[in-house]
C-alpha cells in the first residue's frame, strides 16, 4: 500500500521560513516524480513545485519561483519544500504526490497523493 505523509506544516509569520516533508512508502520512490500541490479554502488546487526522480530537474510556479526549493532524499523516500519569504498568500492545504510523469504541473498526471498539510502564513 502506497503512503506519502507530509508534515512540517504550521503557523508563520510573513517573511517567516517553514520546510515540508513528505515521506514515501510502498513504492519504488526513485521510479517517481514529486510534485507539490496546495489549495487555498474556495480555490482549486495548483501546482506549486516538482522533480523528476533523479532530483536534477526541478520546476515551480511562478508564484513561489526565487522562494521556494524542492529536493529530494532517494536514500531517505523523502521530499522536501523549503518555503522562505512566505506571504499571506501563501496559506493553504499542501499536498505532495508521486507520479511516473513528465507533466509536472498537472495534478492529474500524479498517481498518489497525500493528506496533506495546513500552512498559515500570518500578516
Known amino acids: 500500500q502506497v503512503q506519502l505523509v507530509e508534515s512540517g506544516g504550521g503557523l508563520v509569520q510573513a517573511g517567516g521560513s517553514l520546510r515540508l516533508s513528505c515521506v514515501a512508502s510502498?513504492?519504488?520512490?526513485?521510479?517517481?516524480?514529486m510534485g507539490w500541490f496546495r489549495q487555498a479554502p474556495g480555490k482549486d488546487r495548483e501546482f506549486v513545485a516538482a522533480?523528476?526522480?533523479?532530483?536534477?530537474?526541478?520546476y515551480y510556479a511562478d508564484s513561489v519561483k526565487g522562494r521556494f526549493t524542492i529536493s529530494r532524499d532517494n536514500a531517505k523516500n523523502t521530499v522536501y519544500l523549503q518555503m522562505n519569504s512566505l506571504k499571506p498568500e501563501d496559506t493553504a492545504v499542501y499536498y505532495c504526490?508521486?507520479?511516473?510523469?513528465?507533466?509536472?504541473?498537472?495534478?492529474?498526471?500524479?498517481?498518489?497523493w497525500g493528506q496533506g498539510t495546513q500552512v498559515t502564513v500570518s500578516s
Open positions: 522533480l523528476n526522480w533523479s532530483g536534477h530537474g526541478t
Open positions: 510502498g513504492l519504488t520512490f526513485s521510479n517517481y516524480a
Open positions: 504526490a508521486a507520479g511516473v510523469t513528465v507533466q509536472y504541473g498537472i495534478a492529474g498526471a500524479y498517481h498518489y
